[in-house]
């Protein structure tokens, strides 16, 4: 993708947690599950009556990777807090099987999130070109500001992946998404 490094993130488990007291802080972002779902669509997600308040199990990362084909059945919620390292315009990707969306506020509120990218199908890990929603436009984000950023997945069957990356700011190189994003706590 012209001129742009396109880097994934790596993945490291932090365990299952029952609550998000203590795991607050620079990168850690909360991964939510939510079991026994049918369907493909991210909508099978959130029309589930237990979507959003009562998820089937949670685990802190320390990036925007998430399992890899170990699971069926099941949907996901991926969010925190982003930090730009400087001011300029990024570019976000996301890859997963089966669909999923990518949601970016202006600022800190998840009120204010709106969709930016999203595979309308499935993807490989890490397959970022396989459908133009993909990739987003370009959004400006102003240094050490705090952006909320979520990622909603649905697997029905087979292999399943969820993964986020991003470029631009100072340059065009990437900057890892996993250092710059912060836990929200759990409501």
């Given at each position: 993708m012209k001129n742009i490094i396109l880097a994934a993130v790596s993945v490291l488990v932090l365990g299952l947690v029952g609550s998000?007291?203590?795991?607050?802080?620079?990168?850690?972002i909360l991964f939510e599950y939510w079991f026994n779902l049918g369907g493909t669509n991210v909508s099978d997600l959130t029309g589930s009556e237990r979507y959003p308040d009562n998820p089937d199990d949670s685990e802190w990362r320390?990036?925007?990777?998430?399992?890899?084909?170990?699971?069926?059945?099941?949907?996901?919620?991926?969010?925190g807090h982003l930090y730009p390292p400087g001011n300029g315009d990024y570019t976000f990707w996301i890859a997963?099987?089966?669909a999923s969306q990518l949601w970016l506020s202006s600022d800190d509120d998840p009120a204010d999130a709106v969709q930016i990218a999203s595979v309308?199908?499935?993807?490989?890990?890490?397959?970022?070109?396989?459908?133009?929603?993909?990739?987003?436009?370009?959004?400006?984000l102003q240094a050490g500001k705090k952006y909320y950023i979520e990622a909603l997945m649905k697997e029905q069957g087979g292999g399943d992946n969820l993964s986020v990356a991003w470029g631009g700011g100072r340059g065009s190189v990437l900057v890892?998404?996993?250092s710059?994003?912060?836990?929200?706590?759990r409501r």
């Open positions: 998000a007291i203590g795991q607050v802080g620079k990168g850690n320390t990036s925007f990777d998430g399992p890899l084909d170990k699971w069926d059945y099941y949907g996901t919620r991926v969010r997963s099987d089966d309308p199908g499935w993807s490989s890990h890490l397959e970022w070109g396989k459908y133009p929603e993909q990739r987003s436009a370009p959004q400006a890892p998404l996993s710059m994003v912060r836990t929200c706590h």
